[in-house]
């Protein structure tokens, strides 16, 4: 059994994730890590079409990974 920290819990809504307690912390990390791909992915494609210059690219890819800041959290801080 795994015990999430209440603010893990909270972030990983923001994502539609809602573990169980027998869900094992990397599993989830790794369903968090497939959504961070799938918005870096779409943000790549989005420059590729020229929907904006390629001088905001990096700021983009900082600015997504702010909202992904628990992938930067080793896993053995998600529960107590």
Same mark, same amino acid.
């Given at each position: 059994? %795994?015990?999430y $920290? !209440?603010?893990?819990?909270?972030? @990983?809504q923001?994502?539609?994730? =809602? +573990? !169980?307690e027998? =869900?094992?912390? #990397?599993e989830v990390?790794? *369903? ?8 870096i992915?779409?943000?790549? &494609?989005? @420059?590729? &079409?020229? &929907? %904006?210059? #390629? =001088? &905001?690219? *990096? ?5 997504l990974? $702010?909202?992904? %800041? @628990?992938?930067?959290? +080793?896993?053995?801080?998600w529960?107590?």
């Amino acid at each position: 059994m %795994f015990h999430y $920290k !209440a603010e893990i819990l909270d972030e @990983l809504q923001r994502y539609g994730i =809602t +573990p !169980a307690e027998s =869900t094992d912390p #990397q599993e989830v990390r790794d *369903a968090l890590n497939d959504l961070y791909l799938r918005d870096i992915r779409a943000l790549k &494609e989005r @420059l590729l &079409e020229r &929907e %904006f210059p #390629q =001088t &905001e690219y *990096a700021d983009r890819v900082r600015e997504l990974r $702010k909202n992904y %800041f @628990l992938l930067s959290i +080793p896993i053995g801080f998600w529960t107590t």
